[in-house]
């Protein structure tokens, strides 16, 4: 199984990019965030000829995640369970029986002085608890998506220019390093160890692809069930590069 992990930032303004990915059927399972569209109105007619069962959680205008899998797609879980929040970040599936996937779009945050970074953080800490109950499960399960946070320096391009940000902050990042100290993996890294990418590039500031001027924001991470059938895990750049881009590449896993 091959899935994709994708920021679209907005399914609506960058539909032509996406449905060249379900048209070219490479991937078995997408992962959307930022759809930036409402549950009730999320286009599902424009994606039935390309044979993939869908579950939404939209917002309007912002947020907003969606699975989309050759697969069967059941449990169906929106928001973390026992937390209100009234953002759509996170949803729960179980893919053909075998996978759980939790999908989630993390809050940005902006910076460490805004009121938004301390939600930032308790989004976090109730992700925390509530992951906790599958680190250690016999069943597969991966976290994916966009997490909005640069786990080291070396995810940045270049690390002074983020000083204050909440992409960057101690404080978030200190909570993501305790997923993997307790035995998250971090697919991407462990498979690429000395490697320095990314998958997000600014729209701003010419050609930050080519200036290689990104970081790295986009995750897949895996319980120790779900680490021993993890074959492969590449960034696909193609999103950032089509003729109208989502500012972020995609992210993908093989498992067995």
């Known amino acids: 199984m091959k899935i994709l992990t994708l920021n679209i930032n907005s399914i609506r ?30 286009p599902h007619n ?5 044979g993939y069962n869908i579950k939404v959680f939209g917002q309007k205008s912002w947020n907003g995640v969606a699975t989309f899998s050759k697969y069967s797609i059941e449990d169906t879980i929106r928001g973390i369970p026992n937390y209100p929040d009234v953002n759509a970040r996170f949803l ?10 939790i ?33 250690d499960s016999d069943e ?3 976290i994916a998506g966009d997490f909005n946070v640069a786990i080291t320096d070396n995810d ?11 992409i960057s902050a101690p404080a978030a990042r200190e909570i993501m390093q305790q997923w993997l100290d307790a035995g998250w993996t971090d697919v991407w890294r ?40 993890i074959k492969q895990c590449e960034i696909d750049i193609a999103p950032r590069m089509a003729q109208k881009p989502t500012d972020h590449c995609g992210l993908m896993i093989k498992i067995d």
């Open 92 to 101: 729960e599936t179980l893919i053909d029986g075998r996978l759980r996937v």
């Open 13 to 42: 303004a960058h539909i032509e990019s996406f449905l060249d990915i379900l048209s070219s059927g490479e991937y078995d399972t997408i992962l959307v965030q930022e759809l930036k569209v409402e549950t009730a109105a999320f």
């Open 156 to 166: 940045i391009w270049n690390p002074k220019n983020y000083i204050g940000s909440s």
């Open 190 to 229: 462990k498979l690429h160890p000395d490697e320095i990418d990314y998958t997000w590039y600014g729209y701003r500031g010419g050609d930050t692809v080519g200036k290689k001027q990104g970081l790295r924001l986009d995750y897949f991470l895996a319980n120790k069930t779900a680490a021993k059938i």
């Open 103 to 135: 999908n989630v779009y993390m809050p940005n945050g902006d910076n460490i002085e805004s009121p938004k970074f301390e939600y930032k953080l308790q989004w976090m800490r109730e992700f925390t608890k509530y992951i906790e109950q599958y680190l």
């Open 46 to 50: 424009i994606f039935d000829e390309y």
């Open 140 to 142: 597969a399960v991966i």
